[in-house]
């Protein structure tokens, strides 16, 4: 009995499903993006193509947007372009119509998609790419603070590695800066291992470096008397970094 049900089910959806494919069969409009967004949704804004095939004694093809007549085409390919810009803001459902050789007339599906301005599209995009940009931001702060906090070692003068070697604006002690530090245009968001703290530094010239090993070194053998910075030289060396 269940079987029977299920059965005439079946032939019911099968009956159903193939007059609606005859109908596609005849002339079939889609849709495809030359330049612009096409969201997750059905929201569209830029230049498209409408195309549409059929049976090979179609003729001619006729374009609408809404009831608007954009485009008759009298040769394969069957295509038209039309920009959102064109119309106002909204939904708006496309069809075609085609002409066959023998006088009859066939109705394409329809494409409904809303139309948007292109600062609503910008909107749009900012939506998509805000979240996306956070999340590569967090991971690779995540990536440069972390390490930087749980490495206490100290390093080693005159040693930096394949990414040079940096000068502290804040304590003047050179340290390497690390690889896989926070870039931010041409400097590195960067952890001082001797005073602890963070500063934008980018890599020091040989000189530079060269007199803060000086310093360090004069820092590690205090019975020279060479203080260690003065105020001055700290000013001039915050400016330095300024920019
Ligand atoms: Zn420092």
Redesign the pocket.
């Given at each position: 009995m269940k079987k029977l049900a299920l059965f005439v089910v079946l032939a019911a959806l099968f009956i159903a499903v193939i007059p609606a494919h005859a109908q596609d069969a005849g002339l079939t409009l889609s849709m495809s993006r030359d330049f612009g967004y096409a969201g997750f949704g059905s929201d569209i804004e830029g230049l498209f193509s409408l195309r549409a095939s059929g049976p090979s004694n179609l003729q001619r093809v006729e374009f609408y947007v809404d009831s608007e007549l954009i485009g008759n085409v009298d040769e394969e390919p069957f295509r038209v372009q039309f920009t959102t810009k064109d119309y106002a803001p909204g939904e708006r459902t496309m069809y075609a119509l085609g002409y066959l050789s023998d006088g009859s007339q066939l109705r394409s599906n329809e494409i409904t998609r809303i139309f948007l301005s292109a600062e609503q599209a910008r909107g749009k995009m900012v939506e998509l790419v805000f979240p996306i940009l956070g999340v590569v931001l967090a991971v690779t702060l995540l990536a440069t603070v972390v390490p930087a906090m749980l490495s206490s070692k100290k390093p080693q003068r005159g040693k930096y590695g394949v990414s040079g070697g940096a000068v502290?604006p804040?304590?003047g002690?050179p340290y390497p800066l690390r690889f896989f530090s926070f870039n931010m245009g041409a400097k590195k968001f960067d952890r001082?291992p001797?005073?602890g703290?963070w500063s934008l530094v980018r890599r020091a010239s040989k000189e530079d470096l060269a007199a803060a090993e000086a310093r360090w070194a004069a820092l590690d053998a205090p019975t020279e008397a060479t203080p260690r910075i003065s105020r001055r030289d700290q000013q001039i060396d915050d400016s330095r970094y300024e920019n």
């Amino acid at each position: 009995m269940k079987k029977l049900a299920l059965f005439v089910v079946l032939a019911a959806l099968f009956i159903a499903v193939i007059p609606a494919h005859a109908q596609d069969a005849g002339l079939t409009l889609s849709m495809s993006r030359d330049f612009g967004y096409a969201g997750f949704g059905s929201d569209i804004e830029g230049l498209f193509s409408l195309r549409a095939s059929g049976p090979s004694n179609l003729q001619r093809v006729e374009f609408y947007v809404d009831s608007e007549l954009i485009g008759n085409v009298d040769e394969e390919p069957f295509r038209v372009q039309f920009t959102t810009k064109d119309y106002a803001p909204g939904e708006r459902t496309m069809y075609a119509l085609g002409y066959l050789s023998d006088g009859s007339q066939l109705r394409s599906n329809e494409i409904t998609r809303i139309f948007l301005s292109a600062e609503q599209a910008r909107g749009k995009m900012v939506e998509l790419v805000f979240p996306i940009l956070g999340v590569v931001l967090a991971v690779t702060l995540l990536a440069t603070v972390v390490p930087a906090m749980l490495s206490s070692k100290k390093p080693q003068r005159g040693k930096y590695g394949v990414s040079g070697g940096a000068v502290c604006p804040k304590c003047g002690l050179p340290y390497p800066l690390r690889f896989f530090s926070f870039n931010m245009g041409a400097k590195k968001f960067d952890r001082c291992p001797h005073c602890g703290k963070w500063s934008l530094v980018r890599r020091a010239s040989k000189e530079d470096l060269a007199a803060a090993e000086a310093r360090w070194a004069a820092l590690d053998a205090p019975t020279e008397a060479t203080p260690r910075i003065s105020r001055r030289d700290q000013q001039i060396d915050d400016s330095r970094y300024e920019n």
